[in-house]
């Protein structure tokens, strides 16, 4: 047995996956760690998944419903998709074949925001959590759960669900231990105080989280790596965009509407989002900070080169070179990076408190400034919204970046009407394309338009958004044209989509 399980009661219940996994019965709600790609079991989801597809050989019935931090990976969302047996999936994932489970109706996927996961768990709307599995980097001596590389929604899961399996991970670095600062105040009661963190720095909670040794079923020993993706080398529109945000920064600098350091930074996942991060590497500000969901490689090149002070995040999701880099100087960290639970690193009280300039990626967004970030023509889910509402809807800022085209030009991500609406005009300040940037604070929707077309759209698309405002304008005259809109056409470049492949009318 490994000296990372140093708590005597557990030394009794170290088993293999597979023995873990017998232990798990068909329909049971299942608490995963797990936060874009770090921190998720390695072990037991794909025992777990041998178990359903073995009983559904035998034609038995065996579903489970998995609820995480948000995405993780093909060794746990994927693996359990594949056997069709994940009847329930909640909040954020990003797999392709758990997608395309969602996407034929095979899985029930409640797409919430991620600060809302512990309280509507809370309440009990989604039953009662049978078992938590919930990887660890190791169990002190007292029997506390020393974290791994994402926080997400554990602490909740080792409170409420009824057993706990835990994967002791020495693939994770002992030096973690001190990184992680778990809060325990956020029980649903009458009077609730106030989150005490006014900046990023700031320390609230405990190294660990606390468990019931009674309820701990199961140990389980790995040393798998996280399975992060290596982020796309990056490209010209990446770069564009990157560098209109910087200008917007100067500008609201110059203003003296942002100090010098700027206000802390969240940024969403992806490549653009780390476009953004390398373009700070050279723009001119220092001691920056950072209240954001995750961590990914830009931030800890900006936090080695003394540009960012502090980033605090509740995980990491890094590029396999980096989380070898993180995994050897782990310790060099420590008072720089924090990792929480996502219903502090996203609450809506301390993003506003803190004036977060929140930047997040989109699918599309409309005329007016509507934003769509999670389905494909309206139906199809991509994602989910993670944390951009979160932080959309109570940042400072609240900005959506984009390419202005996706599928080699047949697809305008402006459009009139978005096909879904994640997050709405009012939550919408700043809009980016590698066109240009659309600032849409203090202006009216029908204000909006040209901003968001001349600025934002591709010039492919510009002349037929203009002809769609014109004609919306005229058919609105006499209903209201506080928003004009022509009903008949708002989704006919989405219909166009569908039917030939293009949104052109007429393609080259
Ligand atoms: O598809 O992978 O098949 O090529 O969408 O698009 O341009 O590479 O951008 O990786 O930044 O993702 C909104 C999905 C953008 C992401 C979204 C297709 C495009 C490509 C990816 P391919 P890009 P990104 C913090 C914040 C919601 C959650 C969030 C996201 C793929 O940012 O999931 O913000 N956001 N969380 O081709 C059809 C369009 C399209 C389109 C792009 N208009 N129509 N396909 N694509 N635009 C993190 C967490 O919450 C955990």
Same mark, same amino acid.
């Given at each position: 047995m490994s000296a990372r399980i140093a708590h005597p009661a557990f030394a009794s219940k170290v088993m293999s996956?597979?023995?873990?996994?017998?232990?798990?019965?068909?329909?049971?709600?299942?608490g995963f760690s797990g936060f874009t790609g770090s921190g998720y079991p390695k072990e037991i989801p794909g025992a777990l998944a041998k178990r359903i597809k073995a009983a559904h050989e035998r034609g038995e019935e065996f579903t489970i419903k998995a609820f995480t931090g948000a995405s993780?990976?093909?060794?746990?969302? /994927?693996?359990l998709a594949d056997t069709g047996g994940m009847a329930f999936r909640t909040p954020y994932q990003s797999d392709p074949h758990l997608r395309a489970k969602i996407n034929d109706g095979t899985t029930n996927y409640c797409d919430i925001h991620l600060s809302h996961l512990q309280k509507l768990i809370n309440m009990g709307f989604f039953g009662k959590m049978d078992f938590a599995v919930i990887e660890a980097t190791a169990i002190t001596e007292h029997g506390e759960i020393i974290p791994s590389s994402s926080v997400g929604n554990n %602490?909740?899961?080792?409170?409420?669900?009824?057993?706990?399996?835990?994967e002791v991970n020495s693939w994770q670095a002992d030096d973690l231990y001190g990184l992680h600062d778990i809060y325990y105040g956020m029980d649903i009661k009458p009077r609730r105080e106030p989150i005490p963190i006014s900046s990023p720095g700031d320390i609230i909670g405990r190294p660990t989280f606390?468990?019931?040794?009674?309820?701990?079923?199961?140990?389980v020993e790995t040393d798998d790596p996280d399975r992060n993706t290596p982020f796309k080398p990056l490209d010209d529109d990446s770069r564009a965009i990157a560098a209109h945000l910087l200008d917007f920064f100067d500008m609201e600098v110059k203003a003296g509407r942002m100090p010098p350091t700027l206000w802390p930074l969240q940024s969403g996942v992806g490549n653009i989002a780390n476009a953004v991060l390398a373009g700070l590497m050279d723009a001119p500000y220092e001691h920056m900070t950072s209240y954001t969901e995750v961590i990914q490689d830009g931030m800890v090149q900006l936090i080695d080169a003394?540009?960012?002070?502090?980033?605090?995040?509740?995980a990491f999701s890094l590029s396999p070179d980096m989380a070898h880099h993180m995994n050897d100087h782990a310790r060099d960290y420590h008072g720089k990076?924090?990792?929480?639970?996502?219903?502090?690193?996203?609450?809506?009280?301390?993003?506003? %408190?803190?004036?977060?300039?929140?930047?997040? /990626?989109?699918?599309e967004a409309d005329i007016y400034g509507n934003v769509n970030s999670t389905h494909i023509m309206g139906t199809k889910m991509m994602n989910g919204v993670g944390g951009s509402g979160d932080f959309a809807r109570n940042a400072g800022y609240s900005i959506f970046v984009s390419p202005s085209l996706a599928k080699g030009g047949d697809i305008s991500a402006i459009v009139p009407m978005v096909s879904h609406t994640d997050h709405t005009e009012h939550d919408v300040m700043v809009i980016i394309t590698e066109q240009g940037l659309a600032d849409l604070r203090g202006l009216a929707p029908r204000q909006r338009v040209n901003v968001v077309i001349d600025n934002c759209a591709h010039p492919d698309y510009r002349e037929a958004l203009h002809e769609y405002y014109d004609r919306a304008l005229k058919v609105s005259q /006499?209903?209201?044209?506080?928003?004009?809109?022509?009903?008949?056409?708002?989704?006919?470049w989405h219909q166009r989509f569908l039917e030939t492949g293009s949104m052109k009318e007429f393609k080259a």
């Open positions: 996956a597979e023995d873990a996994a017998a232990l798990i019965p068909p329909g049971a709600s299942i993780t990976a093909p060794e746990l969302d /994927g693996v %602490r909740t899961y080792l409170d409420i669900a009824e057993k706990v399996i835990i606390k468990v019931d040794p009674s309820k701990v079923v199961a140990i003394g540009k960012i002070d502090v980033a605090s995040a509740t990076i924090i990792l929480r639970p996502q219903d502090v690193s996203n609450h809506p009280e301390v993003i506003r %408190r803190q004036f977060v300039i929140a930047t997040n /990626g989109m699918i /006499g209903r209201g044209i506080h928003t004009p809109h022509d009903l008949g056409q708002a989704f006919s």
